[in-house]
């Protein structure tokens, strides 16, 4: 079984749309989680991170639950500068030294 | 210069060769971080430096031998390489271990 786990893609929808991605992890232990997103052929950049008690940031919100070891990111209004590939990270390490990250899941924002 | 450098951003090597790729942070973090980006692959971690020590190594193979001078830079010496080596090398950053992470632009490594 993979360590993280994301909705395989791609996510192709239109300017405007709500759209939302799911991701889970093995390691009941893993204390930090982060959203990044990739451009194509760019290094990836860190969107926000994701707190127990949910966040929000503009149109972006995140959530996490630990008890099914699931994360989810929310992007409302979507728009066409949003198309990216959505990386889950999960930190594994006892001392958080172990970042895992998922496989991701393209976004393609459409006009 | 601002954020985390990368030099350089393109290489190409035959296996035979030794060659560095080098990394600087400008954000006075204390962590710094290799990962290789295969095509198709997730991101892997491959060593983690915590005030210029080394905290983790993944597995990696011998071939690729990290340096953490101080906490402003890292470099990744690499020597008898394999065409399966060919990826993206990606550099990060963080203030304290688990903390989020901030990117180079990569060094696109091809060994022939």
């Given amino acids: ?111 | 210069e601002t954020g985390v450098t990368q030099t350089p951003r393109h290489l190409v090597m035959g296996m035979t060769n030794k060659k560095s790729l080098k990394c600087e942070q400008h954000l006075g973090h204390n962590a710094m971080y290799w990962y290789k980006q295969s095509a198709k692959k997730p991101l892997e971690l491959m060593f983690v430096y915590n005030f210029k020590e080394q905290t983790e190594n993944n597995s990696v193979p011998s071939r690729f031998s990290p340096e953490c001078p101080n906490s402003s830079h890292l470099f990744l010496h690499l020597h008898t390489l394999q065409p399966e080596d060919s990826a993206l090398y990606l550099c990060a950053s963080s203030q304290g271990q688990g903390g989020e992470q901030y990117f180079g632009p990569g060094t696109r490594l091809t060994v022939t």
């Fill in chain 1, 1 to 111: 079984r993979k360590e993280v786990e994301q909705d395989p893609g791609p996510f192709n929808v239109p300017e405007g749309a709500t759209v939302a991605f799911n991701c889970t992890y093995s390691n009941s232990a893993s204390q930090s989680f982060f959203w990044y997103r990739q451009d194509c052929r760019k290094e990836p950049k860190l969107l926000m991170s994701v707190y127990s008690s949910g966040n929000e940031d503009g149109r972006f919100t995140a959530q996490l639950n630990r008890a099914s070891q699931y994360i989810s990111l929310l992007i409302r209004d979507s728009k066409l500068s949003d198309s990216a590939t959505y990386l889950c990270v999960v930190n594994e390490g006892t001392y958080g030294q172990n970042f895992v990250f998922g496989p991701g899941t393209r976004l393609s924002v459409l006009p």
